[in-house]
């Protein structure tokens, strides 16, 4: 009996030691310190400097194995002030000359323009499980090549920081606005030389959520923000003037070109949107990474290639020549101070216009609404009127299918006629694909909000056992088919939904004499306070009918209303409330 105790006490300490081992971190940030500095010569410097303990084997080999540092060798100098591993035993292992490798960064690859910048990865030796990397460099800016201090910084890491400094120094007379949001803790503020220095001093920082749908558009991230533009429309005039003005002589022709023989305004704008997206390749160097500098419409044209800047000059350049009054405008990562918004805290450019009687909120780099479209989670700054709060329409997201179903033991023939809001279509292009699959007699009608569409699917039944399974047709971007109902059953973070959604099926199957319904008659109704689901599945007579629904009372939703949004979503996307269960006499 002795025996059997002991090996149960056992067993509940490795238990017990495998839980701590797993709810520990890969790793540690014993410091952690960011310096940004503005010379009075406009000149910049940003000092790096992290001691980060390994835990684990994944963070040795492979999540901190290697440091990367972006920049442009003609504008900046780049100084390792050290490199070095201290060991467990506290043996200190230096980095080697041949540990720094220079590469051209992944995201200027193919783009010849910006293949002189660098990326400078540091290969970190001497690892072993509770080393410390050591790591502190500094990249200094030459006059000129950054306009101004300009941070957007989300503070948490991959893994915990058990002290965090951010300072920022900048000439006494110089103007700062800075936001820190999520994380209450005030500046220190001192003033040396006619520099003024403010720092943040954070402690015991979690690591960053792993959860999907994180960011800090939903409001629990903590973020700095900070700029010394004298304003965010000073920040977005600055890049807006190296737009390309729509009385360019080429910029004109090409723009009569690529319209020519269109009927309206609307076939103009899908014709340009087609043409930047599609004949245009796209490089993802960031705006930061250019130096917020972007080529002309012309070297774009020539080059056939550009960055997200550089195709929304060119997109809002073409539709300006073609007659389309077009407004160019920025989509910010987070809702802050507006006058410490720079240009880093953008999240992606975009072009609007209204044509036809219909509000086009136009991503240079997609032929669908841009993503800022569909909620107003953050600001959107006009650039063309630079700083002014751009009005942007709530896109219908509503999908009401009715579909009839005619069923025998060998296929189940369907007529569908679908209504679907303008969120879920793209601006130009083929979409009956989408959702009608190849038949070639679908057809299209649309609206101010929504779009109709009519098609006829077949799908062929086999009978396992006197029994049939008949899918019922859906919207293919309907939410039953993202991730979104399939998440964890906790979280800590906020959820930002894609939009409100509101979803009706709603079917009729035709039953031929010897087949019946075999799937449960049933009416279930999970309404909280999330939204609702309806689920039902009657039959009367020859004919079974089926209605689903789904609603959602808002986009964005707490830890503390999870549980019922995922009650509902859970819920929806089973597969078997999607299909029908037949038995054959």
């Given amino acids: 009996m002795t025996n059997i105790i002991n090996k149960f ?168 606005f800075y936001t820190l949001q999520n994380y209450n803790t005030k500046p220190a503020v001192s003033t040396v030389n006619g520099m003024k220095t403010i720092t943040w001093r954070l402690n015991n920082l979690p690591a960053s959520s792993r959860d999907p749908f994180v960011s800090t558009a939903n409001g629990d991230v903590p973020f700095l923000t900070a700029s010394t533009y004298a304003s965010n429309g000073d920040a977005l005039k600055a890049l807006y003037t190296q737009f390309t003005p729509a009385n360019d002589v080429q910029l004109t022709a090409i723009a009569e070109n690529i319209t020519e023989g269109k009927k309206n305004d609307t076939e103009k704008l899908q014709a340009i949107l087609k043409h930047v997206n599609e004949n245009l390749g796209y490089s993802k160097l960031s705006l930061q990474d250019a130096g917020y500098k972007i080529r002309s419409s012309n070297d774009i044209i020539y080059s056939a290639y550009g960055t997200e800047a550089e195709k929304a000059n060119l997109l809002n350049g073409l539709l300006n020549a073609a007659g389309i009054k077009a407004e160019a405008a920025a989509a910010y990562r987070v809702k802050a101070d507006p006058a410490s918004c720079g240009l880093s805290a953008i999240s992606g450019l975009l072009v609007l216009a209204n044509v036809d009687g219909k509000q086009y909120i136009m991503s240079p780099i997609s032929n669908k609404m841009a993503a800022t479209g569909w909620n107003d989670a953050t600001p959107v700054i006009s650039m063309t009127n630079a700083g002014t709060p751009v009005a942007v329409n709530s896109p219908s997201t509503h999908i009401n299918y009715k579909v009839s179903l005619a069923v025998s033991p060998e296929k189940a023939d369907a007529q569908v006629n679908a209504t679907i809001g303008n969120a879920y279509l793209p601006y130009y292009g083929s979409y009956l694909s989408i959702f009608a699959g190849g038949d070639k007699e679908a057809t299209e009608s649309k609206a101010q909000n929504n779009t109709t569409i009519s098609y006829k699917t077949s799908q062929s039944l086999k009978a396992n056992n006197g029994y049939v399974m008949v899918s019922l047709p859906d919207a293919p971007v309907g939410m039953a088919h993202s991730y979104y109902c399939s998440m964890n059953s906790t979280r800590k973070e906020n959820l930002m939904m894609p939009c409100k959604v509101n979803e009706q099926y709603t079917y009729t199957i035709q039953l031929p004499a010897g087949m019946k319904l075999s799937t449960p008659e049933t009416v279930k109704t999970i309404e909280n306070a999330a939204g609702k689901v309806v689920i039902s599945v009657k039959q009367k007579g020859n004919t079974a009918e089926v209605e689903r629904s789904l609603q959602l009372n808002k986009q964005l939703y707490t830890p503390a209303e999870f549980n019922n949004l995922r009650n509902l979503l859970t819920e929806w996307g089973n597969p078997s409330s999607r299909t029908l269960l037949l038995s054959i006499n």
């Fill in 9 to 176: 006490t056992l067993l509940l300490c490795l238990l017990a030691l495998t839980a701590s081992v797993f709810a520990a971190s890969e790793a540690e940030y014993k410091k952690l310190s960011k310096t940004y500095t503005l010379n009075a010569d406009g000149s910049q410097e940003f000092r790096y400097n992290m001691e980060l303990t390994l835990f684990t084997h994944t963070a040795m080999n492979g999540t901190y194995g290697e440091s990367f540092i972006v920049y442009n060798p003609d504008y900046q100098v780049l100084k390792i002030n050290s490199s070095y591993t201290k060991q467990k035993d506290g043996n200190i292992v230096k980095t080697p000359d041949n540990a720094f490798v220079e590469v051209l960064p992944r995201t200027a690859a193919d783009a010849p323009a910006y293949n002189n910048l660098k990326e400078m990865v540091v290969v970190h030796t001497g690892l072993e499980l509770g080393a410390t990397i050591y790591l502190d460099y500094t990249l200094t800016s030459k006059p000129g090549y950054l306009p101004e201090l300009d941070i957007y910084d989300e503070l948490l890491q991959t893994s915990p920081v058990k002290e965090y400094t951010v300072s920022l120094s900048i000439p006494e007379s110089k103007p700062l």
